[in-house]
């Protein structure tokens, strides 16, 4: 079956703009994570979902970023008033539900801010 | 907090030799999972293998295997007869899967680049 899909690939944006990346997680999966990776990092938490309810925002770097999800289907993560710092790969993942379940990652959307 | 680190940014093996990832952790919770995750040049994250903390039993997965010691916090990773394809980053991972604390959020390490040369 189809895998977690994540739209743009890569966004070149210029400071100051605002950004919508997409997550498609696999279908009948409840639970939805946003993840940041830097260049040369690690991955860092950012959010997730069990249905459309966010109960765990701590990850949020700041109030430039918001996510949301329609239902237990697709998600988006808005940064406003893009910043250089905030150029990185996002990666989405899913999984049946919370707690112990597989994450199945997304190819991540490359963002770059110029 | 819990906290995972990996003390080898970038190692090297000869094609169908043996290596070993090092991984540490800290974490005051008795019940929690570890994971090694594969991030090849793709970007594409794949599980490779995971541990249960209450199984004393190391986990594998046909050449994967690890060294769980949970006494010392530790959780290593060994390829055997390392391939060209076992090239990659590879990450450790902590997660503690209770839906009170955390819902089962990753907490990664920094990652150690891996290069299998023929």
């Known amino acids: 079956g189809a895998g977690v899909s994540q739209s743009p690939s890569n966004k070149v944006t210029e400071k100051g703009k605002d950004v919508e990346l997409r997550c498609d997680p696999i279908?009948?999966?409840?639970?939805l994570y946003w993840y940041r990776q830097r260049l040369g990092q690690g991955l860092e938490f950012l959010i997730y979902?069990?249905?459309?309810?966010?109960?765990?925002k701590s990850g949020l770097p700041s109030d430039r970023f918001s996510a949301e999800r329609t239902g237990e289907s697709v998600s988006t993560l808005t940064i406003q008033r893009t910043q250089q710092e905030d150029s990185a790969v996002y990666l989405c993942a899913s999984s049946l539900a919370v707690g112990f379940h597989e994450q199945y990652f997304g190819p991540g959307t490359r963002l770059t801010v110029t | 907090a819990q906290t995972v680190t990996q003390s080898q940014p970038e190692m090297s093996v000869q094609e169908a030799e043996t290596v070993t990832l090092s991984c540490t952790y800290d974490t005051s919770e008795n019940n929690y999972y570890l994971f090694w995750y594969k991030q090849p040049p793709s970007r594409q994250m794949i599980l490779v293998i995971r541990q249960e903390a209450y199984k004393q039993q190391n986990a594998t997965e046909n050449r994967f295997s690890v060294n769980f010691q949970k006494a010392a916090k530790s959780f290593s990773l060994k390829i055997s007869d390392s391939q060209l394809g076992d090239t990659a980053m590879y990450f450790c991972?902590?997660?503690?899967?209770?839906?009170?604390?955390?819902?089962?959020?990753?907490?990664f390490g920094q990652g150690t680049e891996l290069s299998v040369k023929p």
């Open positions: 991972a902590f997660m503690n899967p209770s839906i009170y604390n955390q819902g089962g959020k990753l907490i």
């Open positions: 279908s009948g999966h409840t639970a």
């Open positions: 979902f069990q249905g459309n309810s966010a109960p765990d």
